[in-house]
């Protein structure tokens, strides 16, 4: 296994959408296992392939408290959505900043596992916020995308900075 770079905002590479995944083969579960490593270094509860720059549907998370309960999402569907819930969200693309986002409490998704294998799932609460977000990084969208526009335009200004200062 190996750790991937993740891309940092306002990189223009986290607006790409991903294409859907043809077939789970060696090559996709490597990156399955490389993301997970990662998302567990960095430390995250959830990363799509599209933050390690590979524009497939893939998303990896574990909300466990003991990082034991990886879940893999390969052409992850939203079949229903219910409730309403606002949570504090943060992002390992978007380092240190944190902020309320409204989604459905409840979901129902519907993907390939590691080796391929359908599998439908329900989830609530932080799973199902996390599958969301995610599933929007497939999108091309983060979740600064909720907030306002001076927020976001401050976030990415600090981001510009903090880049700058890297180099």
């Known amino acids: 296994m190996a750790k991937l770079e993740i891309l940092h905002f306002p990189d223009p590479r986290l607006r790409n959408r991903a ?11 490597k990156l ?4 997970l490593e990662t998302m567990y270094d960095a430390p995250g509860i959830g990363l799509a392939a599209t933050q390690v720059n590979v524009a497939l549907r893939v998303i990896t998370i574990d909300v466990s408290d003991a990082r034991d309960e990886p879940l893999v999402l390969i052409n992850p569907e939203l079949l229903a959505t219910d ?34 294998e359908p599998f439908e799932r329900e989830a609530e609460d932080l799973l199902a916020v996390c599958i969301q977000h995610e599933m929007d990084h497939l999108e091309g969208k983060l979740f600064v995308d909720y907030l306002s526009q001076l927020k ?11 880049q700058r200062q890297a180099s």
């Open 19 to 29: 294409l859907p995944v043809a077939q789970v083969d060696d090559t996709v579960r």
């Open 32 to 35: 399955v296992d490389d993301m």
């Open 83 to 116: 409730g309403d819930i606002e949570t504090e969200e943060g992002c390992l693309s978007v380092p240190g900043v944190y902020d309320n986002v409204r989604r459905a409490s409840r979901i129902r998704v519907r993907a390939l596992g590691r080796n391929g």
């Open 152 to 162: 976001r335009s401050r976030i990415q200004k600090r981001a510009l900075k903090a």
